[in-house]
C-alpha cells in the first residue's frame, strides 16, 4: 500500500463521508462511494479489487430483524435433541462392532437448523427443499424422536439398516423413501444439486407447469466440504440466473476431518469473495451476540483489527485451550484490549459466542435471505467444531472422529444442557423425551403446525401418466428406406414426436450439455426453445435460417453449457419432481456416452438412492463408432458402470425399432406402473440402414435377447450363433454372410439389446436355486435362447470383453467373446474394428475357432481364413497399446 502523503486531506474525506452516513444514512454514502469508484475508474484510476469485507458480522446489531419467539424455550428444546443425538450414537457404538456415527458436525450446526426448523422450513404440499448436511443426520433423527414420528426402537436401530425397521446413516432416500428427499453424504453433491434444483423450479415456474410460489431451497453444508469442485463448480449459474429460492448455509466450523480447513488463512473470508464474485447476497455470522457489547465499547478500532488479524487456526486454539489461553493471545496483543476485558472472567471469556450458534444472529441472517430478491444467500456461519463436548472433542482435530464421551464427560454435557437425567441413568446414555403436554413438546409442535408441517419428509406417490402407445413411433417401427440413419437421429425423431403429444409432451424435458447440434438436435431449437429466466436479449446472427437459435422465457429445453455434472444434476432435479414438486417429468439427458457415468458416477450413484425417474442417453457411444475423436472420447465401459447401479436399466440397441420399443417400454414402467427404476440408453453416430421390426420381437427385446434372423438351413452340418450389440451388431450380420458364403457354415443372428440385463436376470435365477434346492431349477432366460441348439455362441460388442462376458455362467455351449478391451484411438471404423478385433473378419475367425476347438473343422481352416482376410496374428494385443 502506497505511503499516505497528505493525510490531512485524507481525514477531511473520512470527516466528510461520516457525515453522510450520520445525515443521510449507509444508503446514501453507498451510492456516493460507487459513483466515485465509477468515476474513478473511468479516469483511468486502478482500484483495488475488494471483494471481501471486514471479519465481522454482516448485519449490524441495529439492522437485525428481532427473534420473535421464545429463546429459553427453544434453547430446552434444542438441548434435548443435542442429548438424544449422542445418546443414538453413543448406544449404536455399545456394541463389539461399533456401528460409527458422527456427534461433532450436527454440535456445530445444531443452531443453525434449530432457527429453521422454528421459523423457516416449510412443509406441507409446498414444503421447503432442505439439502441437510450428511453427517448431521443423528441431529434430525433426534428432533423427529421428539416429535414422535420416531420412536426409541428406531432410533436403537440407527445404522442397523437390514431388516428395515432402522435409521439409515445418512439422508438415504431409497432406504428412508418417506423422510429423506436427497441424498447428500457424498460431499459436494448437496450444493451442486440444490443449484440445479432451484434451477429446476424457476424453469417450472417460468414454462407454467408448477407454482412454487416463495417455496425456498436450503443447502447445508461444511466449509471443508466447499473443496470438493462439485460444492462451488456450478455458483455462477445460481448467481446469473437469479436464483432467489436458493440459500447456502455453510456451517464454518473450521475444521475438516482431521484438522483446519484453513489454517493458515480464513475460509469465512475465502468464500465470501468467491460467493460475492459469482453474485450472492453474502451474509456473515461470525460473532454471537456477546460480542457486541464489545464492539460497541471498542473506540479504537482494535478489537476489529485483532479480528482480522488473527487466522482460523489462532481461533480453533482459543476455543481447544479455553479462556485464559484466549485472553494473553487473542486479547493480549494489545494493552488496549486486555483493558476492554478486564471486567470479564476467564470462563466469561470462553463463552464469547460464535454467530453460528446465537439463535438472534442467524434469525436474522436466515430472514435476510428471506427477503433477498434476484440473487441466491450464502449464509457463512462460525461455529465450533463439536460444541458442547468440552474435553471430549469440542474444537479438537479429532472431533469428527468422536463417537462417545467417557462418563465425566457425559455428567459435564448433561448438565451444560440441562437435561433432566439422573447420574444413575446416566451410564445406560437413555433418550429423553418429555411428556406431551409439556411446554416444550406444545411449543415444538405449534412451530411446526404453523409452517404447514413436519421435515424431514418426503412423497413418494404421484399420478400415473398416460403413457402414449407403442403405436405413437410408428415411424420408427418401419425401415428407413433408401436413407440411412443413425441411432441418435432415430431418437431425436422419437423425441420430437413425444413432445408434440397431448397427455405428456409438456412434461418432456430435453437436457444436453452444450453439444445439441453434434446430436442433431438443433431442429428444436425454433421449435421448443431454450430456457432461460431472461429470454433473448439479442437477435442471433442466424435469424434469419429455419433452425436458428433460439431462447426463451418458455423454453422447454435445458441446454446447460460444457458441464456434465451440471447437466445432470438438472436431470435429477426433473427425475425426482414427482416425489419433490408432485408433478413427474420425463427427462431426456443426451450426452456424449464417455462423458457419462465416467465423469459423474457418484451423481449417477445418487440418482439412484434418488428413486430418480427418467432416461440418460448415451450418444455418441461404443469405442468404435465415434471414430474421429480418439482416446479420451470413445466408450468402452459406460454399460458396466451403468450396471453397478441396481436401479439403472441400461440397453444397447441397433435398430430404431429397438430404440422405440425401449423408450416406450421404460415410460410405462417409470411412469404408468411407478417402478423405481431409470434408464441409460446407448445410441450411435453412424449411419445405416434400419428394417422393419421383426414380428413378435417385443418381449425380447426388453429382456434383453431376441433372434434377429434364424439360419435358413434346417439341419446344417455347421452352424454357430452369433450375438452382437449395438453397431458390431451390423459386424455380425456380415461375418454370418460371409461364414455362409466362403465356409458354409450357417448362422443363427441374435440382437443382445442389453446383456446388462440378460445378467441380472441370470443371477436371480441363480440366487432362487440356491435358496430352493429341492425346487426345480429356473433357467435364466438367456440360456433358454442360446442352448436350445448344440452350437458354439460369438459375441461381439463396441464394449470391453468383460461386458460381454457376464452371459458365460449361463450358456452350455461354447463361448467366445470379443471386446474394445485398450485405449480408443483415431482412425475409421474399419481400420479400429480392426484393431480392436470386432469386425467382420475376426468374428468370422472366431467362430471358426470354436468350430474347430470343437472338433468340427480342422485348425488348418481357420489359419487359412486368418491369412485370407490379412490378419496379423502376432500384432500386439490392442489391451497393451
Known amino acids: 500500500m502506497r505511503e499516505d502523503l497528505d493525510p490531512q486531506e ?62 429459553f424455550m427453544e434453547r ?34 445444531a443452531t443453525l437448523y434449530d432457527v429453521g426448523f422454528n421459523y423457516f422450513f416449510r412443509g406441507g404440499d409446498k414444503a421447503d427443499l432442505i439439502y441437510y448436511q450428511g453427517h448431521s443426520s443423528p441431529g434430525m433423527y433426534a428432533r423427529s424422536f421428539l416429535e414422535g414420528r420416531l420412536d426409541a426402537e428406531q432410533l436403537d436401530n440407527f445404522r442397523r439398516e437390514v431388516d428395515g425397521n432402522g435409521l439409515s446413516s445418512y439422508p438415504h432416500p431409497w432406504l428412508m423413501p418417506d423422510y429423506w428427499q436427497f441424498p447428500t453424504v457424498s460431499m459436494g453433491l448437496g450444493p451442486i444439486q440444490a443449484i440445479y434444483q432451484a434451477h429446476v423450479m424457476k424453469y417450472q415456474q417460468s414454462r407454467g407447469l408448477v407454482d412454487h410460489g416463495d417455496r425456498k431451497v436450503w443447502c447445508f453444508m461444511g466449509d471443508g466440504e466447499c473443496d470438493e469442485p462439485e460444492s462451488l463448480g456450478a455458483i455462477a449459474l445460481a448467481g446469473r440466473e437469479c436464483l432467489d429460492n436458493l440459500c447456502f448455509v455453510i456451517n464454518c466450523n473450521l475444521q475438516r ?53 488473527v487466522c482460523d487456526g489462532e481461533l480453533q486454539n482459543y476455543k481447544a485451550n479455553g479462556g485464559a489461553y484466549t485472553r494473553k493471545h487473542f486479547f493480549g496483543k494489545y494493552p488496549e484490549l486486555l483493558e476492554l476485558v478486564k471486567d470479564l472472567s476467564d470462563d466469561e471469556i470462553m463463552y464469547l459466542n460464535r454467530g453460528g450458534h446465537d439463535p438472534y444472529k442467524v434469525y436474522a441472517a436466515y430472514a435476510n435471505a428471506k427477503e433477498t430478491k434476484g440473487r441466491p444467500t450464502v449464509v457463512l456461519a462460525m461455529t465450533v467444531k463439536g460444541y458442547g463436548l468440552g474435553s471430549g472433542g469440542e474444537a479438537q482435530n479429532e472431533a469428527h472422529s468422536v463417537k462417545k464421551l467417557d462418563l465425566e464427560e457425559l455428567k459435564k454435557f448433561r448438565d451444560r444442557f440441562g437435561v433432566p437425567i439422573s447420574d444413575e441413568e446416566l451410564k445406560d446414555v437413555p433418550y429423553y423425551r418429555p411428556p406431551a403436554d409439556s411446554p416444550e413438546m406444545v411449543y415444538m409442535h405449534k412451530r411446526r403446525e404453523e409452517l404447514g408441517g413436519y421435515l424431514p419428509a418426503r412423497q413418494a406417490d404421484f399420478d400415473a401418466l398416460d403413457v402414449p402407445p407403442l403405436s405413437k413411433f410408428e415411424a420408427q417401427l418401419k425401415n428407413t428406406g433408401k436413407r440411412e440413419i443413425s441411432s441418435t437421429m432415430a431418437f431425436v425423431r422419437m423425441l420430437s414426436t413425444l413432445v408434440k403429444d397431448k397427455a405428456v409432451g409438456g412434461r418432456i424435458v430435453p437436457i444436453v450439455p452444450d453439444e445439441a447440434r453434434t446430436f442433431g438436435m438443433e431442429g428444436m431449437f425454433r421449435q421448443l426453445g431454450i430456457y432461460s429466466s431472461q429470454g433473448q436479449r439479442y437477435t442471433p446472427h442466424d435469424s434469419d435460417q429455419i433452425m436458428y437459435y433460439k431462447e426463451s422465457k418458455d423454453g422447454q429445453i435445458l441446454e446447460e453449457g460444457i458441464t456434465e455434472a451440471g447437466a445432470f444434476s438438472a436431470w435429477l432435479a426433473a427425475a425426482t419432481s414427482y416425489a419433490n414438486h408432485r408433478y413427474p417429468m420425463v427427462p431426456f439427458y443426451i450426452f456424449y456416452s464417455m462423458f457419462g457415468f465416467q465423469r459423474i458416477m457418484d451423481l449417477a450413484w445418487a440418482a439412484g438412492d434418488s428413486q430418480a425417474r427418467g432416461f440418460l442417453i448415451g450418444a455418441t457411444s461404443g469405442r468404435t463408432t465415434l471414430n474421429g475423436e480418439g482416446l479420451q472420447h470413445q466408450d468402452g465401459h459406460s454399460h458396466l458402470m451403468a450396471n453397478m447401479i441396481p436401479n439403472c436399466v441400461s440397453y444397447d440397441p441397433t435398430y430404431s425399432y429397438e430404440l422405440a420399443v425401449i423408450i416406450q417400454d421404460g415410460m410405462r414402467r417409470m411412469y404408468g406402473d411407478k417402478e423405481n427404476v431409470f434408464y441409460y440408453i446407448t445410441t450411435m453416430n453412424e449411419n445405416y440402414y434400419h428394417p422393419d421390426m421383426p414380428e413378435g420381437c417385443e418381449e425380447g427385446i426388453i429382456k434383453g435377447l431376441y433372434k434377429l434372423r434364424a439360419s435358413a438351413a434346417k439341419k446344417p452340418k455347421l452352424k454357430v450363433q452369433l450375438v452382437g450389440s449395438g453397431t458390431i451388431l451390423r459386424e455380425v450380420e456380415a461375418a454370418a454372410e460371409l461364414l455362409k458364403g466362403e465356409y458354409k457354415v450357417e448362422a443363427d443372428i441374435w440382437s443382445a439389446t442389453s446383456i446388462n440385463q440378460l445378467r ?107 491369412a485370407s482376410y490379412g490378419l496379423d496374428a502376432d500384432k500386439i494385443s490392442p489391451m497393451c497399446r
Not at 265 to 287: D, T, Y
Not at 788 to 806: L, N, R, W
Request: proline share 4%.
Open 76 to 109: 430446552k428444546i434444542r438441548s434435548l435433541i443435542r442429548w438424544n443425538a449422542l445418546a443414538m450414537v453413543m448406544r449404536a457404538n455399545d456394541n463389539d462392532e461399533g456401528l460409527g456415527g458422527h456427534i461433532s458436525s450436527f454440535s456445530s450446526s
Open 10 to 71: 485524507t481525514q477531511e474525506w473520512l470527516e466528510a463521508l461520516d457525515g453522510v452516513l450520520s445525515q443521510a444514512g449507509r444508503g446514501r454514502a453507498a451510492i456516493l462511494m460507487k459513483r466515485l469508484a465509477k468515476h474513478a475508474a473511468r479516469q483511468g484510476t486502478q482500484l483495488p479489487g475488494a471483494i471481501t469485507t471486514s471479519f465481522r458480522n454482516t448485519i449490524e446489531p441495529r439492522d437485525e430483524k428481532r427473534m420473535p419467539g421464545d429463546l
Open 760 to 866: 441380472r436376470e441370470g443371477m436371480e435365477c441363480e440366487r432362487w436355486n440356491l435358496l430352493h434346492p429341492e425346487d426345480a431349477p429356473r433357467i435364466p432366460y438367456v440360456g433358454e435362447q442360446l442352448n436350445a441348439e448344440s452350437a458354439p455362441v460369438i459375441c461381439a460388442t463396441d464394449y470391453i470383453k468383460s461386458y460381454g462376458d457376464q452371459l458365460r455362467p449361463y450358456i452350455d455351449n461354447r463361448y467366445v467373446v470379443l471386446g474394445t478391451d485398450g485405449y480408443g484411438r483415431s482412425d475409421t471404423r474399419a481400420k479400429l474394428r480392426s484393431h480392436f478385433e470386432v469386425d467382420r473378419y475376426h468374428i468370422v475367425v472366431a467362430a471358426l475357432k470354436a468350430l474347430s476347438d470343437d472338433g468340427k473343422l480342422p485348425a488348418s481352416v481357420v489359419t487359412k481364413a486368418i
Open 257 to 309: 476431518l482431521d484438522g483446519p480447513v484453513r489454517g493458515n488463512g480464513k475460509i469465512i473470508q475465502e468464500l465470501e469473495g468467491v460467493f460475492r464474485g459469482a453474485g450472492w447476497n453474502v451474509v456473515k455470522v461470525i460473532w454471537g451476540r456477546h460480542w457486541d457489547q464489545l464492539l460497541e465499547r471498542d473506540t479504537t478500532g482494535l478489537l476489529r483489527r485483532r479480528m482480522n488479524e
